[in-house]
């Protein structure tokens, strides 16, 4: 049986449900961007460009992760890892980091990661595409690309990550706790770290 806080509980996650529903609205009437076709590099250091990433799908959904020293970038790929087969059933999934192609390679493999990764180490990719921020640099995030039959690509949708987005369930099963998230961040064991800088 349903306490009174529980019904209270209730009301607001119908009100945050329909306060998402008009978000997602909002995003599907913002005007695309037309954006170019950088060029990566994979872990092989070969030069790969942005719309080879869509392979046969028309929408690419292309990850903006700060790369092997950020712990909440990586538990979010973490999450991405277990969902790639569901995110791939509709479109391209790639993530990038300002990693060198081989500290990528290796992080991704101790982390057994099954998504591809490239380097935008000497790109403008993140800060055209608006995840860096003057203060701190690079930002996390994700931009929704599609790519025209004529070979245009552009962004229809994007949306910044942090603590308790919609992103990474982490943070919801631990506001489920009597004492909330209370101060939690992710952490790295030392021997992933050095393997990533090795």
């Known amino acids: 049986m349903k306490s009174a806080t529980d019904k209270q509980i209730d009301d607001l996650e119908y009100q945050l449900q329909e306060l998402k529903r008009k978000i997602a609205q909002r995003r599907r009437e913002r005007e ?8 990566l590099k994979d ?16 929408r690419l959904i292309l990850i903006h992760n700060m790369g092997s020293s950020c ?14 087969p569901h995110l791939n059933s509709r479109a391209a999934f790639a993530v990038t ?13 101790s982390r057994q990661w099954k998504f591809p990764m490239y380097s935008v180490e000497g790109t403008s990719l993140v800060a055209d ?10 930002m996390p995030g994700v931009s929704v690309l599609t790519k025209e039959a004529d070979g245009k690509i552009f962004r229809v949708g994007r949306a910044e990550f942090g603590p308790g987005d919609d992103y990474c369930p982490v943070w919801h099963f631990f506001e489920l706790f009597p ?9 790295f064991s030392y021997e992933l770290i050095s393997l990533s800088r090795a």
């Open 32 to 39: 695309p961007e037309e954006v170019s076709d950088y060029s």
């Open 97 to 109: 980091s300002p990693d060198p192609p081989l500290v990528q390679k290796r992080f991704a493999q």
């Open 71 to 84: 712990a909440y970038c990586t538990m979010w790929a973490d999450g991405f890892n277990g969902l790639l």
């Open 129 to 138: 595409l608006g995840f860096t921020d003057e203060k701190d640099g690079p």
């Open 179 to 187: 004492e909330g998230v209370n101060g939690w961040e992710p952490q």
């Open 43 to 58: 872990w092989d250091e070969k030069e790969i460009r942005l719309a080879s990433l869509f392979g046969h799908h028309e």
